[in-house]
């Protein structure tokens, strides 16, 4: 049996290293060594590689990898060129994998990862190696298609909508009309966003509007609504996903600005549309108002994970090492919902190339547009995926992280 590879590309999530610790552990428990790639695939194009058995040398340093935010193994945006037109850079990449001897090959990410799975698995099998390639699904998107959901985007709800309660309850500090504007991640997917009516509940009233990237953006309209309730509250907060467009497919942070910052995917960065939608309230309303904008926090908070998050994460990986064993190759590791209540969740395989470059949206059915708000079945969705806590390892009263040393 051959060595293993892993690499982690796109924006970490907080349990990504889950995955990766559950690679390893199942490499480790079949006698198998793995190496890791150093800022993904485009670190292996540089000989960039460690072997993580020489890095992670106990349980503990599991436990610890589980709980590390960010990518361990550091990560990156690139994208592959089409293996039928340009050969030269998977000659290189196969050679490498050849003189590591590898027969397994893991890339733990999105939409865009999934892609680097797929055009190594069409160079492989076109050229006869034999190198089985396997996706570990990740994203705080939540936009991967065939899964139920994606590791990482329980936690960032847990996270999100536990930064929501305090939002809410910090607003009502005042007498007097304030309305707070939360920008939450979701390009095209307001999955994120949508979490925040978790924070409706005994104790809290929960968020007011939220507005996602599946229904077009009114400003007038959202004018009105803020209006018409400022007259029975006066505190309102709103959760918004930066990626709202209106009637001509504008983005809303980009009506007086001009956005030419591009990825190598072809991704705007964005940000800014709480800022836009705060001035222009405050311009029409003439009340108080704020913007937040939660960014990176989303997907870093490891000390606020989903232990059902966490414990799938983990499992993803092992299993992808078991498909791989098995002789499976061009596949994604995907999860099935059994049941919600209560939860059972069954892990299976699906082919990458039904999965590479496709965003699953929220559906529409589970968007109250009319209230700018979320059904209940969405509620019955996501809650089961956020139980569960998860404590850091403490040391001088701070997380213990695990920290690369080569």
């Keep these: 049996m051959g060595n293993i590879i892993?690499?982690?590309?796109g924006g970490p999530t907080a349990v990504i290293n889950a995955s990766l610790a559950g690679v390893f552990k199942a490499g480790l428990d079949n006698n198998i060594t793995v190496y890791g790639m150093i800022n993904g695939i485009q670190g292996l194009l540089e000989e960039k590689y460690v072997n993580l058995n020489e890095e992670i040398t106990n349980n503990l340093d599991i436990e610890l990898l589980k709980r590390t935010p960010s990518s361990y193994l550091g990560s990156c945006r690139f994208k592959l060129p089409n293996p039928d037109t340009n050969t030269a850079i998977y000659e290189k990449i196969f050679s490498i994998l050849e003189k590591l001897n590898?027969?397994?090959?893991?890339?733990?990410?999105?939409?865009?990862s999934m892609d680097t799975i797929k055009k190594l698995h069409t160079y492989a099998t076109k050229n006869s190696k034999n190198i089985k390639f396997i996706g570990v699904p990740k994203t705080i998107d939540n936009d991967l298609a065939i899964t139920d959901h994606t590791p990482g985007f329980g936690?960032?709800?847990k996270y999100i909508a536990t930064t929501v309660?305090?939002?809410i309850k910090d607003a009502t500090v005042y007498d007097a009309k304030n309305v707070t504007i939360i920008e939450i991640m979701g390009r095209n997917a307001g999955w994120l966003t949508a979490s925040s009516a978790l924070t409706k509940s005994d104790d809290c009233d929960g968020i007011d509007f939220i507005y996602l990237p599946e229904v077009t953006f009114d400003m007038n309209d959202f004018i009105k609504k803020v209006e018409n309730l400022q007259k029975t509250k006066k505190s309102i907060v709103i959760a918004v996903s930066?990626?709202?467009?209106n009637k001509d497919g504008i983005n809303i942070c980009e009506l007086e600005e001009e956005y030419t910052l591009l990825d190598s995917f072809g991704h705007k960065s964005?940000?800014?549309?709480?800022?836009?939608?705060a001035s222009v309230l405050h311009e029409n309303l003439h009340c108080k108002t704020r913007a937040i904008e939660l960014n990176t926090t989303q997907r870093c908070a490891s000390h606020f994970m989903s232990l059902t998050d966490m414990e799938e994460s983990f499992l993803a990986g092992i299993y992808a090492v078991e498909l791989a064993i098995k002789g499976e190759n061009g596949k994604v590791v995907t999860f099935?919902?059994?049941?919600?209540?209560?939860?059972?969740?069954?892990?299976?395989?699906?082919?990458?190339y039904d999965i590479a470059n496709l965003e699953k949206l929220v559906p529409l059915d589970w968007i109250d547009e009319k209230?700018?708000?979320?059904?209940k079945e969405f509620i019955s969705y996501l809650k089961p995926l956020i139980q569960g806590e998860v404590y850091p390892i403490m040391v001088d009263g701070l997380p213990k992280h695990l920290k690369l040393n080569k």
Excluded: W
């Excluded at 590898?102 to 865009?112: C, T, V």
């Design 6 to 9: 892993v690499g982690q590309s």
């Design 155 to 157: 936690s960032a709800c």
């Design 242 to 245: 930066e990626g709202i467009k």
């Design 165 to 167: 309660k305090e939002i």
């Design 102 to 112: 590898i027969d397994k090959f893991f890339y733990i990410g999105g939409n865009d």
């Design 336 to 352: 099935k919902r059994v049941s919600s209540s209560p939860y059972e969740m069954k892990l299976e395989s699906h082919s990458v």
């Design 270 to 277: 964005l940000s800014g549309t709480a800022s836009k939608l």
């Design 371 to 375: 209230n700018a708000n979320i059904t």
